[in-house]
């Protein structure tokens, strides 16, 4: 069956400009995480969906960071006003979201960012 | 707050030969933990997973872990390693989100 699809795969972009990164998850999943996978930071939290529910946004580093969730399906990732530190790969996960802490977490292939 | 550390960086291994890669974690409750490997330029992908029950966990691929509460441990072994199993590889605890170690990075030879 078809697993979590991210596009665009590669996105190069100049310092200052806007991003739009896609999340499409496994159908019938009702929970979207977002993580950063950098050189320095190793792989870190962003945002988490669950239905519904209001995200938990504790991970975003900064207010240029945001997420949306259209129809508890697709998710788009904002960065705005980029920075060459948000250069990373972008990993987008789903999972069922029954009981959060036991669900396993599907990932999509990335999308890397590089920030010029 | 939850955290794993996985203490080797890098592991060069003989194909053929055993592998273990270390994890310990840091978790105040029962642990949710996973095993993911990342192969070059793809996602993550489930090796196995460890809820409650039995202590020792088998996950695709060849690979079991066992789970040790009182060392706070969770490691990953494969008795032969083959040449494809050259990746990164990821010990994560889950409460609500994943928290990753650093990974170690697997290289085989011939």
């Known amino acids: 069956g078809a697993g979590v699809s991210q596009s665009p795969s590669n996105k190069v972009t100049e310092k200052g400009k806007d991003v739009e990164l896609r999340c499409d998850p496994i159908?019938?999943?009702?929970?979207l995480y977002w993580y950063r996978q950098s050189l320095g930071q190793g792989l870190e939290f962003l945002i988490y969906?669950?239905?519904?529910?209001?995200?938990?946004k504790s991970g975003l580093p900064s207010d240029r960071f945001s997420a949306e969730r259209t129809g508890g399906s697709v998710s788009t990732l904002t960065i705005q006003r980029t920075q060459q530190e948000d250069s990373a790969v972008y990993l987008c996960?789903?999972?069922?979201?029954?009981?959060?802490?036991?669900?396993?977490?599907?990932f999509g292939p990335g999308t890397r960012l590089t920030v010029l | 707050a939850q955290s794993v550390t996985q203490p080797d960086i890098h592991i060069t291994v003989s194909e053929g030969a055993s592998l273990e890669l270390r994890c310990n974690y840091s978790?105040?409750?029962?642990?949710?933990l996973f095993w993911y490997v990342q192969s070059p330029g793809q996602g993550l992908q489930l090796l196995l997973k460890y809820f409650s029950g039995d202590t020792l966990v088998q996950g695709i691929k060849g690979f079991e872990a066992e789970f040790k509460r009182s060392q706070s441990s969770f490691n990953l072994r494969k008795p032969s390693v083959h040449w494809s199993d050259a990746a990164e590889y990821f010990c994560?605890?889950?409460?609500?989100?994943?928290?990753f170690g650093a990974g170690t990075t697997v290289t085989v030879r011939a």
């Open positions: 996960a789903s999972s069922l979201g029954g009981s959060s802490r036991t669900d396993t977490q599907y």
């Open positions: 994560a605890i889950n409460d609500y989100k994943l928290s």
């Open positions: 978790y105040g409750a029962t642990p949710y």
């Open positions: 159908s019938g999943h009702t929970a």
């Open positions: 969906f669950q239905g519904n529910s209001a995200p938990d």
